[in-house]
């Protein structure tokens, strides 16, 4: 970053008000914020629809503004990870009450979400590659030095990445998210004078707010897995994402049911998710090494690396696709813990 930039954006983001730091500048700094991991909402069955949306929905905006402060002040890979689920949960929760809370802001907000996501999206999948993928195999092979040069190829473009997101995270559209979504909380932007039966929606009990969530979601995953053994590329990738979805609802409303009851789909689900995450590992690798303005600088041993590690991560998700069939048969088999 030039000293023009550094000025530009001296006064940092509304969640830090620290300058923002080179690379260098930031790896040399032992105070910066740890990575903000998703909190428990503790929910009581007293609650209305209403208070759990604004409690969680606090909770999203608490992990979002975290961790834009952890990546604009520290190199941690985790940083990243954990802003862009605190932005995947903040778009879970808003689509869950989309039907009862809709309005402009609300579109305006998950839509401002997702491209923010996007930005992010760009730096993690270069780490899970480098770190996930590559360095796997560096391990595996420690003496090829041809992998050694592909993980160099894959830092520098991350460090540019990186430099790149620090920028959009202190650009006023990035802070106009962040303040504009707090505002939205506190305020109760979703009411709607002239919805008239969004008082009565908004008053419903939680438990049958939980319900009508989970039940949406369960119905959901159900329809994108109905022809499971022939899925496609595209049909797992929805797949993923449906089970990424409803993960969260499911984390959302645990506390209101009892724990041997909600362990049993926990358990599936993270075992499912775990062979769609390597199978998208596999996927995502291909599209960034393949991608030009990584494959185009590396020699002759860069280009044989990318191929091998290609070829090594393909190999990988083809052994593990035989095993989420059982999964998903098992998975299919819970019993869902609302009903």
């Not at 305020?187 to 949406?216: H, I």
Request: hydrophobic content about 40%; aromatic content about 6%; charged content about 35%.
């Amino acid at each position: 970053m030039n000293e023009i930039e550094r000025e530009a954006y001296a006064d940092g983001p509304v969640a830090g008000g620290a300058a923002c730091l080179s690379t260098g500048d930031r790896l040399a700094t032992n105070d910066a914020p740890a990575p903000r991991k998703a909190l428990r909402v503790r929910l009581r069955r007293s609650m209305t629809g209403e208070t759990v949306l604004r409690e969680i929905l606090r909770e999203c905006a608490d992990q979002i503004a975290a961790n834009v402060e952890v990546v604009w002040m520290s190199d941690d890979a985790e940083g990243p990870h954990q802003l862009r689920v605190g932005l995947r949960r903040l778009r879970s929760i808003l689509a869950m009450f989309a039907d009862i809370v809709r309005c402009d802001e609300l579109d305006r907000l998950d839509k401002e979400s997702r491209w923010l996501a996007k930005e992010v999206g760009e730096l993690r999948d270069l780490d899970v590659v480098r770190r996930v993928v590559v360095d796997r195999e560096i391990e595996r092979h420690p003496a090829e030095s041809a992998l050694a040069s592909l993980a160099s190829a894959i830092d520098t473009r991350a460090v540019a990445r990186r430099e790149a997101l620090c920028l959009t995270l202190v650009a006023p559209r990035a802070q106009s998210l962040l303040h504009d979504l707090t505002q939205f909380i506190e305020t109760r932007g979703w009411l709607l004078s002239m919805k008239l039966a969004q008082t009565t929606q908004l008053a419903m009990p939680v438990r049958d707010c939980a319900y009508r969530a989970l039940e949406k979601r369960w119905r959901k995953v159900v329809r994108r897995g109905r022809r499971f053994r022939i899925l496609g590329d595209e049909e797992r990738h929805d797949l993923r994402k449906e089970l990424k979805k409803l993960r969260y609802t499911v984390e959302f409303f645990a506390d209101l049911y009892k724990t041997k009851r909600v362990k049993p789909m926990v358990r599936r689900l993270k075992k499912l998710q775990n062979i769609f995450g390597a199978l998208n590992d596999a996927q995502m690798a291909r599209t960034i090494l393949e991608s030009a303005d990584l494959a185009s600088p590396l020699n002759l041993q860069g280009q044989r690396a990318v191929g091998w590690v290609l070829g090594a991560s393909q190999a990988r998700a083809e052994v593990a696709w035989p095993d989420a069939r059982k999964q998903w048969r098992k998975f299919k088999s819970t019993e869902p813990f609302w009903r």
